[in-house]
């Protein structure tokens, strides 16, 4: 049950055991009175719907809840930072850092030494304000208060039922796009719980990767033949198992990622060729007998004839080299029965199939326009892929045609995404933000081919592309299914991109927020935080939290080397955890303050100085409150969960260093968004790339507009009023990713 209640506090609703809801009378009422309060004083209010179904609860099931929710919560967690009330500044500078260092190498008379055996010399750092070493980063001294009731915004939570468990778990499999590190989280929490539905269809490869894990893992390993549609899907589920990686990142690209994550500044603590070796050591391969012939099983059974199945093993043909070799598939392939696998080896080894992507690339290169179009034309998809491209080679009028007749056989998502990328592409100043296949995003300048067109001509291939896409949704709608006559839609759906191609690398565990959503402060200050080193060890695990100020014509960073900023104040670097508790960074700032100064966003960031990524079950996020938010003068604790505003937690991730948010001082809203880049230091970041990501989420849908033109399409007349509505888009039916692809009618 507690696996399913941190489920639904994603969808911002409580599930209730079905038995509870059928009891016969409400009991309890003064011990919910008071489960209800501990909620107010964690920063969660209850519908009447659910105030209602807690009073049939039982006593071990709140206090199931309570435990739970303090747990996402991290009450139990060391929130104590380096300096005691830390918004006070301790005034010390490179020069305290410089003479604690000549006292390690000669001593001096006037030094107190420290637990961690650092001298630190008179009048240098003030150690009564500190619960460590200022010089190490070593906490000494932890307190376990955490500060409750401050804020002024509680997160109402619904009533949630098996039934709406189980509806989230067919919408999860149903999705339309790629699930996100929460979603699959979640999926594989509700794949626990309940059945796999029998008539439900996967949407996604991603997805069924996890349903065929699933059956494998519930003995139930003849379902997965039928899943297999290609010999891609089984290398996908093989590279899966081996790595955690749902997408097929190629070996020497994890191999990089990894040695560039243990590089360091200091050459002597450098271990980037060591990872390099150790990396490759663990992607090898080795599989037993049965596995073998399990994956040959799966191979010799798949509908495909050879020369397809060798066609679609091209692209991959090196990582397929070393899996057929590991799995010895040439041996499984001369055994009885293996004739369909036998062959494959054969055609696959001696390279006798076509390849469809040499054939577009020849005639494209040959400016052969018809045959490239109609190669084109038998794969709608991968010409959607390429069509502003194609655009630009060919001219947009006859390109368009060409698509135009394919265009009923392209997932929803893909016009969508054509839609709305056409005039960020065709934009000649916009640089674009872009994340190769296991890499951080980057940033690249237009393509070079748009100097040769002019504006007006740009202009009419964004307006040909936009017209062709919403005439086609408006069919699809027009063909769907419809509930009512009338619909309602929150305002603040206007405000959210859908989500598609944002594949998340970090796990939301109190209510989910698409990418790109906008949270609106309450108060002037906003306080960043991060934990992290829970269950591990006392040891050097340097991680860093840091704030970017960028105006017009200047920059300033808020970090371990800069403690005190224009609007910013930082609580002090720490570089080695405590044992299993973890330790804290915050930093405040003044909205006001950094207005003033004429700084116009404030950039969220944080990093691995230590070798290797950001840490797994690192906590980040930030607060904010209508009223003051307390720092403790005794031991510098900040942290209170009912001010949290927006929180995520890292799952597993090969980035470095990663953007959490973006604060627009003139709109005093911060922006959620996930960038991974590269560096051992917070400089490192480039803003042009946290721009450049801004630029193509604001180039999206959102998904209030998706809805009107549902409306629109299906004859519907749009309501102002809720209650007045036969379909009804709420504020918490965006909290389920999956539901809103659930819109897309393919």
């Known amino acids: 049950m507690r696996t399913l209640l941190q489920v639904s506090l994603r969808y911002k609703a409580v599930l209730i055991p079905e038995a509870a809801l059928q009891a016969a009378a409400p009991t309890q009422q003064p011990q919910v009175a008071v489960l209800i309060a501990q909620m107010n004083q964690l920063g969660y209010g209850v519908s009447e719907a659910l105030w209602k179904a807690l009073c049939h609860t039982e006593e071990g099931f709140r206090a ?9 919560a991290g009450v139990h967690k060391n929130w104590t930072p380096l300096v005691k ?11 305290d850092h410089l003479m604690t260092f000549f006292a390690q190498l000669f001593g001096t008379k006037d030094c107190t030494r420290l637990a961690c055996g650092h001298l630190i010399p008179a009048n240098t750092f003030p150690l009564e304000r500190y619960n460590g070493c200022p010089y190490c980063g070593t906490p000494f001294e932890l307190d376990k208060t955490v500060y409750l009731g401050q804020g002024s915004k509680l997160h109402l939570l619904e009533l949630w039922t098996e039934a709406d468990a189980q509806k989230a778990l067919r919408h999860l499999l149903e999705a339309k796009t790629a699930l ?10 509700l794949l626990a719980a309940f059945a796999l539905p029998q008539d439900v269809v996967v949407g996604m490869k991603e997805t069924l990767m996890e349903v065929i894990n699933y059956c494998l893992a519930q003995g139930r390993g003849a379902e997965v033949q039928a899943l297999f549609q290609s010999p ?3 290398l996908r589920y093989l590279w899966f198992r081996h790595t955690g990686l749902l997408q097929i990142v190629a070996p020497k690209t994890i191999i990089k990622r990894k040695a560039k994550n243990k590089r360091h500044i200091h050459p002597r603590l450098d271990q980037g060729i060591v990872a390099q070796i150790e990396t490759a050591q663990q992607l090898r391969l080795k599989y037993d007998p049965k596995t073998c012939r399990q994956v040959a099983e799966w191979l010799n059974g798949l509908p495909m004839s050879p020369r397809q199945m060798a066609e679609t093993m091209h692209p991959k043909r090196q990582m397929w080299v070393r899996f057929i070799r590991a799995l010895r598939l040439a041996e499984m392939s001369q055994r009885q029965g293996m004739s369909h696998l036998r062959e494959l080896m054969d055609v696959f080894y001696r390279q006798d199939y076509p390849v469809w992507q040499g054939r577009v690339e020849q005639a494209r290169l040959r400016y052969n326009q018809e045959e490239t179009l109609a190669l084109l034309q038998q794969r709608p998809g991968l010409f959607a892929r390429s069509l502003f491209a194609q655009m630009l080679w060919f001219g947009a009028n006859p390109v368009l045609q060409a698509f135009e007749a394919v265009a009923d056989q392209v997932p929803m998502r893909l016009l969508l995404t054509l839609q709305m990328y ?42 040909g592309i936009d017209d062709l896409c919403v005439a086609m949704l408006y069919r699809r709608f027009a063909q769907a299914p419809q509930l009512g006559k009338t619909m309602y839609i929150h305002p603040m759906l206007y405000k959210i991109p859908l989500a598609i191609g944002d ?23 906003v306080r960043l935080f991060m934990q992290w080193g829970e269950g591990l060890p006392a040891q050097h695990l340097d991680m860093d939290l840091s704030c970017h100020l960028i105006g017009l014509d200047k920059k300033e960073l808020c970090y371990f080397g800069n403690l005190t900023a224009t609007g910013c104040q930082h609580s002090g670097d720490i570089r080695s955890i405590p044992a299993k508790v973890g330790t804290a960074e915050y930093i405040n700032i003044n909205v006001n303050k950094v207005a003033k100064a004429g700084y116009t966003h404030a950039v969220f960031t944080c990093n691995a100085y230590s070798n290797g990524e950001i840490t797994p079950n690192l906590v980040l996020g930030w607060m904010d409150s209508r009223h003051r938010m307390k720092i403790s003068e005794k031991s510098g604790v900040a942290y209170d969960p009912s001010c949290l505003q927006h929180q995520v937690r890292i799952s597993q991730s090969l980035s470095k260093s990663l953007v959490f948010g973006v604060l627009e001082i003139a709109t005093r809203e911060i922006i959620w968004l996930e960038l991974p880049f590269s560096g051992q230091l917070a400089a490192g970041l480039n803003f042009e790339q946290v ?18 033109v549902k409306a629109k399409a299906q004859g519907m007349l749009i309501t102002e009023e809720a209650s007045q509505a036969e379909e009804q888009y709420g504020q918490n039916w965006v909290y389920d990713p999956a539901a809103v692809t659930a819109l897309f009618a393919d």
């Open 180 to 189: 996100d590190a929460t979603q699959i989280d979640s999926l594989q929490q």
């Open 85 to 95: 009330n830390w918004q006070v500044p301790t005034g010390e500078g490179y020069a």
């Open 503 to 525: 594949r998340s690398e970090t796990v939301q565990d109190r209510p989910v927020a698409l990418m790109g959503t906008r949270f609106p402060i309450e108060g002037t200050q």
């Open 422 to 463: 056409a005039g960020y592409y065709f934009d000649p100043t916009q640089q674009r933000s872009v994340k190769p296949l296991g890499g951080v995003n980057k940033t690249i300048p237009p393509n070079q081919m748009l100097k040769l067109y002019k504006a007006v001509e740009l202009k009419r291939m964004t307006r």
């Open 691 to 708: 721009q450049a990501l801004l630029a193509r989420l604001n180039s999206k849908f959102n998904v209030g507009r998706l809805l009107e």
């Open 232 to 234: 891609n899907d089984i």
């Open 64 to 72: 199931e809840l309570i435990a739970q929710l303090k747990q996402l």
